[in-house]
Each structure stands twice: as structure tokens, then as C-alpha cells.
């Protein structure tokens, strides 16, 4: 929500295709913004194994172009460079791929980025 009300978009918009499904695209559009999932965390879903190899990998996806949050911030949307920094460390704390590392609504709060 933080990041559409300052960019007029979603963060993520997957597309489904002949070949791919919503699911898989918006696993795929996860994955260029955050990174690789931890093989503990994407393998311990009901459904992990329809879009996720024993490796973590998602099947239909070969290597995917990382673009991290910070650059999107800098580049699509040329927020300053100190700008971007600290909203980007503000999103990434709650988009954490490990559920007991994500920041709560009060330590949000509490972040630089809300509070300078």
C-alpha cells in the first residue's frame, strides 16, 4: 500500500500468458524485486511444488533479471538516491521472505523513513 500511494502503481502487476500462469508471474515479478526465496521458506507451501524445483527454482523460469527495490525507486521513479534508501529499507523490512523477521505495524511506525 506504501509503495502505491508514492508511486501511483502496484509494486507488482503479473500477467498470466498461454504458457504461464498469474501465480507463476507474480512469484517470478517477487523474485527480480527481493531475490532468490530461501529453499526452506518456497519449498514449505501446500502448493510449492506446482511452481517451485527441489532447489527453490521456479519451473517455466529460467535466470531472472534482478532489480532491486532501491533501483526501481532511483531509476523508474528518480527518487534522490537518500530518498530511495530509506524508503526502500522501510518496504523491504515488511516485504522479508522469513515471516518471524518481518517488521510489525509498530516498528513501521517507528522507521527513520516515517518518523524524519
Not at 13 to 26: F, T, V, Y
Request: with cysteine.
Amino acid at each position: 500500500m506504501a509503495f502505491e500511494l508514492a508511486s501511483g502503481e502496484s509494486l507488482f502487476e503479473p500477467k498470466a500468458s498461454e504458457s504461464i500462469s498469474l501465480e507463476e508471474d507474480h512469484l517470478a515479478q517477487i523474485l527480480e524485486l527481493l531475490g532468490q526465496i530461501p529453499p526452506a521458506v518456497a519449498l514449505s507451501g501446500k502448493y510449492s511444488a506446482e511452481y517451485f524445483n527441489r532447489r527453490g527454482d521456479l519451473h517455466h523460469f529460467g535466470p531472472l533479471r534482478l532489480w532491486s527495490l532501491f533501483d526501481v525507486l532511483v531509476e523508474k521513479y528518480h527518487l534522490p538516491l537518500e530518498e530511495a534508501a530509506g524508503f526502500s529499507d522501510f518496504l523491504l523490512r515488511m516485504l522479508d521472505y522469513h515471516p518471524k523477521r518481518r517488521a510489525t505495524a509498530a516498528q513501521c511506525l517507528r522507521h527513520p523513513w516515517l518518523t524524519s
